[in-house]
């Protein structure tokens, strides 16, 4: 541990950062449908970003996990207020505009969510040692009652809608519940009860959602509606093969064939213009990245910085994972982007400031 | 423990992704390049223009006017209302009735549809104008082809559509496609080869809205050729207006050149409602009309020719030498044989070959056939071309029919004396079309020279000989005067059958034919042709069910004076 991971660490984000603004760049490049500014948008941010990692840096992140219960609280609040106030764009509410600058509150909840449950969850062991009186309490101050706490933010952003946030949450819970070391019985029947409960969830879903979940079964169900987006962004990663078309050449990305090419589907841009060798590059930096976090966890003692980069490494690597799957064609498409390289603003700082706390708990280590 | 049980699956799927990743790009990458090209490239076809058609005299019989056609695409559509107010407003109609004929028509979102086939100049500008307000508003040039004659030039024009399925099988080797305009019918379909132009195309880069965003290639289209037919459009709509209500044909030839001046049957159709949008009733009509519009019936019906064919039977007893110009065989008004009693129009005593043609005398002609044979009967029918095609340059020609001995006993059945009796009449089997009986009286007139009738004139500016056997039907030289003279009387005679055609100061000969044809009144031909005109003509009237052939002769007789006040004859 130490200096070689941080260097690691920093290499790898700043690579990730140069690799997504030079897609970006080319996504916006013909100014059709995606606006030419997002790029400088996304440039300024990322500068706005890395001081913000490096003012973290040297930053106790015990402050946060100290007002972690603060954080969420407030965090749930913004969220409904958000559904009530907030601004209409592509058919959803989930944007707040804070002094003209739009803003996100479902991405800070993750953020949120992961200061909560690594703060329980260390708590709990502190005090209790896991040692419970009886199973049932066991359950509900093991699981439930942390699984209520993430469902409230998880209803909210459901309802916006976006599902795939709302999911992701989910995952990040059961990572953690699982590296907190909840007992593996109680784990295993909580997630069967909601495997079964799947069928009446399916009731409450959007019918473009219950499509798109359709058409990743069969994309050739509704090839120029909900499989349109799909078969477009195979085709466009295929067809850059082994060496791909070249910056600022690929036809699908270029020609405006590729829907929401700057945010979700800013890997099938990679995949157009600099083909298997850009895929495999990005993959290997996000690759190298979240092996390090995870690695970083395990070699650290106390609960609670273990946990929370367990967290953090855990929301990359689903982010990372069902995005570049998403646009794959291997799972549905749900709306999850690709950390630093999609664009958005709140993300943007997000992950910048994930990496920041991940920093600032390797320090305190090594000194 | 946990985590890195955590660590090592998220590397599972990070192994699983460069897996797919390697699959899609590295292996099927090919497959999906060439569907990325496929998304991309487009290939808009640019119609060579169609020749035009005109008449001998260089008046336009089908031309084409440049239409504009407008798309919306559904996919590039902003404000919905603002757009169909403004369509509304520029193709006056309602926005409602526009609003549900897009709505009818849409198929998927990237595919423009057609909101107006062809709308005037000033809403093409109007649209190109405000194309930065409604970008999904586009105007593309075509062509319509017009036809200013429209019915009275229907059967000898033709009309254009697009390729049919059957037509496509045929022509698919020569560059068509569905999206090809082909002639059917008349010069339309016959000089489709000369009228079509060669598209070219350009082959365009296209955006996900179909907009084009570069061009690639580009094959200019080449016009086709403009033909020129040897019809004469007054005397082409005379002979239409001479048909009348009836259904029937007349042709006006040219009897030296056979260049055919007037072809009409009626009854006729719109070439002009093919060309409007597909599938409108107009077109259902044509199809379904039990009068068949669509038929031509001068060159693709077969009728009896009844008295008419008793030219073949005189030029035959004449030519074989079996009777003499004064021989006489006396009409009671009618002939027993073989226990049935075959009738005449009239008893019409003591008839020499002459008195028998002016008067159209059956029982004469029976005795004819009697003594001829009915293998000569076909012979000299043959020889007038009864039985062949003419080989007009028209589409869908029919041979007609010419009975034999022969071909009745190879089929079965027997040829009875009877039967040469209703052949000798032109009835029975004979069948014939108003084009072929228009040649056999040419021939007779030409005094044996077979001409072959055309309507093509020129293509380009270049004028088209027409290909013929130059074929000479050989008699005794004493039979065509004779024959003549019984046709000129047949005219000028008070007592002639034809003397309704009689026209002060230009001589006119010809024949009548009634034939008997299963049910309904007689169909009435009238058969003749001008001598020492400044155009020497053949004239063919034909009205099915028409009745009397005076019907026949009163129609001819319009025509011929069209025909002279237009300085033919």
Redesign the interface.
Known sequence: MGRSKERILGMSVSLIIVFGLIALFSASYQN?RVAQNIFYDQLFFAGLGIGLLLFLRRFDYRRFTDAAYIFYGVNVALLLAVLLIGRHALGARRWFEVAGVSFQPSELMKLSLIFLLARYWSGLRERFAYGARNPVQAFWRDLLFPFFLTAVPMFFVFKQPDLGTSLLMFGIFF?MA??A?VQKRHLSGFLGFCLAMIPVAWKFLKSYQKDRLLVFLNPNIDP?GAGYTII?S?????????FGKGWLSG??NQ???LPERHTDFIFSVI??EW??LG??GL?TL??IL??NL??L??QTDAPLP?LLI?GI??IW?LQV?IN??MV?G?FPIVGITLPLVSYGRTSFLMYLMTIGIVLNICRKQTY | M???I??LI??G??I???G???Y???I??????Q???N??VRVISLNGRRGRILDRNGIVLAENRTAFQLTLTPQAMGDTDAVFDFLSGILRVPADKLLTRYRSLKT???APVLMASDITRAAAMAVEENKFRFPELMVEEGFRRVYPFAESCGHVVGYVGKANPARLDQMKDYGYTAESFVGYLGAEEFYDAQLRGVDGGVQV?????GRQ?ALLGRKDPESGNDITLTVNSRLQQSAMQALGENRGAAIVMDRRTGEILALASAPSFDPNAFSAAAGAPAIQEYFQDRDAPLLNRAVNGVFPPGSVFKVVAATAALDLGKISPTMNFNCPGFLDLGGTRFGCAHVHGTQNLTEAIVHSCNVYFFHLGLILKPENLYRYGRGFGLGQLTRVDLPYEKPGRLPRPRDRLLNGRRWYPGDTLNTVIGQGDVLATPLQLTRLMATVANEGIIVQPHILAKIGDKAVAQFHLARRLKVHSDTWPLLKTALRRTVADVSGTAHAVDIPGVEISGKTGTAQSGGGAHHAWFVGYSQGTKTEIVITVFLEHGGSSQNACVAARQILLTAQQEGIL
């Open positions: 059709i990572i699982y590296a070391g120029l477009q195979k085709i466009a990663i295929g067809s850059g093969q082994i036809t699908q020609l405006n064939f995949g157009e083909g298997l895929t495999w993959a996000y690759f979240i092996w995870f690695r966890a395990e273990r367990t490494a855990s690597a994972i570049i799957g794959m291997l | 946990r985590v890195k955590i660590r998220v590397a799927f990070f699983l992704i460069a797919d990743l390697f899609g790009q590295a099927q990458g090919r497959f999906y390049y569907q990325s090209l998304n991309r998927a979102d990237f880069e296209v955006n996900s809205r965003v």
